[in-house]
């Protein structure tokens, strides 16, 4: 069975910082492509941040320099690191386990992320 706990979210003042992670069983981690993407309300959900199999990161223009993908393949987690948080950053923020080899793809439960101004 495929698992992917999301955690770390909370209520923030701007410019504060979370870190979100995502514990991942039943798949071969190495394996997977990792993204973190957020929904928020009354919108669609957008990327936030990827990291591939082999390490290689990509963000979204709207948090580069500010968020931080990692990912520990000893522990099956991925992390977020959120700083100088703002309030458009409100959201819920999902993980992602995508494989580049195949068409699966899952998802975690999701974590909300508030930012107070």
């Known amino acids: 069975q495929v698992q992917l706990v999301d955690s770390g979210g909370g209520l923030v003042q701007a410019g504060g910082s979370l870190r979100l992670s995502c514990k991942v069983s039943?798949?071969?981690?190495?394996?997977?492509?990792m993204g973190w993407y957020r929904q928020a309300p009354g919108k669609q959900r957008e990327l936030v941040a990827i990291?591939?199999?082999?390490?290689?990161?990509n963000y979204a223009d709207s948090t580069k320099g500010r968020f931080t993908i990692s990912r520990d393949n000893a522990k099956n987690t991925v992390y977020l690191q959120m700083n100088s948080l703002k309030p458009e950053d409100t959201a819920v923020y999902y993980c992602?386990?995508?494989?580049?080899?195949?068409?699966?793809?899952?998802w975690g439960q999701g974590t909300q992320v508030t930012v107070s101004s």
């Open positions: 992602n386990a995508g494989s580049p080899y195949n068409s699966r793809d899952y």
């Open positions: 039943g798949i071969i981690f190495t394996r997977y492509d």
């Open positions: 990291i591939t199999d082999e390490g290689s990161t």
